[in-house]
């Protein structure tokens, strides 16, 4: 329960500093600073002390495509304003919120069946590619990303948070229950995406959380990575120095090329 707890503070706290972050920098790097390797830290360490190394393996192998679902998630709040023209936030939500969930339970269904026939590494590998190059496609024409001019309440940052926790400390419980994919799931439900959606939306408006979404998107690659390297460097190394490995090396790997790409797509088309 200790874990559980402190996994979920941990991961309430990093929600509301993403906020902040895309508010105060905008939608480039507030995207991606926002989706640096933070609620994933606690959730692979709560997972490993609860379930161990093998059920560490099995869901951090599915957190790419759960990644990639989420990226599909946040496209849909750039796609679906386009389709309907003016959508009001109440709408987006509903609509958002169903597309997850309706490709949450077909990829469940499929990536349970994948892991009869394939590693778990060969899944998480997919599940990465597949992001990147939806990422790349997303911002190969950047969408304009502006600074907020207003402030988040402090009522939406505590909602934002206590969302986020909730959803790590979910996944930790599920862990330690022996439901590695579903515990997968949980940590990557969309509580950061939609609670950034919703409270830039209420406090600037559309063109904010819209004009990140593109950055996140890819930015959320450097979570994928995280995943693929946790089975490894937890067991290996402990979860200090492990965890310490794994956030180095996808930020070094994801975030900063990340970054880099969308600086250089935002320069091509200025």
Same mark, same amino acid.
């Given at each position: ?61 599915? &957190? ?8 599909? =998630? !946040? ?29 949450? &339970?077909?990829?469940? &269904? ?6 009869? /026939?394939f590693?778990?590494? $060969?899944v +998480?590998?997919? +599940? =990465?590619?597949?992001?990147? +190059? ?14 907020g ?8 940052? !505590? ?23 579903i ?16 409270a830039l ?35 290996? /190394? +402990? ?9 180095? $090396?996808? !930020? ?6 990340? /970054? ?8 091509? $088309?200025?």
């Amino acid at each position: 329960m200790q874990t559980i707890i402190l996994s979920a503070l941990f991961a309430g706290f990093v929600a509301v500093l993403v906020t902040i972050a895309i508010e105060r920098w905008g939608g480039i790097v507030g995207g991606v600073l926002g989706t640096l390797p933070t609620t994933i830290v606690p959730a692979a360490i709560g997972m490993y002390l609860e379930a161990g190394s093998e059920d560490l393996a099995t869901s951090m192998s599915l &957190i790419p495509f759960w990644m990639l679902l989420n990226a599909l =998630f !946040v496209a849909s709040w750039v796609v679906y304003p386009r389709m309907k023209g003016d959508v009001s936030l109440g709408r987006m939500i509903i609509v958002s919120l169903g597309f997850w969930t309706i490709l949450a &339970i077909l990829m469940t &269904i499929s990536l349970s069946e994948a892991l009869n /026939y394939f590693s778990e590494f $060969t899944v +998480g590998i997919a +599940g =990465f590619v597949s992001l990147v +190059g939806l990422g790349l496609w997303m911002t190969w024409i950047p969408i304009k990303a502006p600074k907020g001019k207003n402030s988040v309440t402090k009522q939406v940052l !505590v909602m934002r948070g206590l969302a986020a926790a909730t959803a790590i400390g979910v996944a930790v419980q599920f862990s330690s229950m022996g439901l590695p994919i579903i515990a997968g799931l949980a940590s990557v439900f969309p509580a950061i995406f939609l609670t950034t959606m919703v409270a830039l939306w209420m406090a600037q408006g559309a063109d904010v959380p819209t004009g990140a979404a593109g950055p996140m998107m890819l930015g959320g690659s450097s979570v994928a990575m995280y995943s693929l390297i946790a089975p490894w460097a937890l067991p290996e /190394y +402990g979860i200090y120095t492990g965890s310490a490995i794994c956030w180095l $090396t996808s !930020v070094l790997l994801t975030s900063l090329p990340a /970054y880099s790409w969308l600086s250089w797509r935002k320069r091509l $088309t200025a």
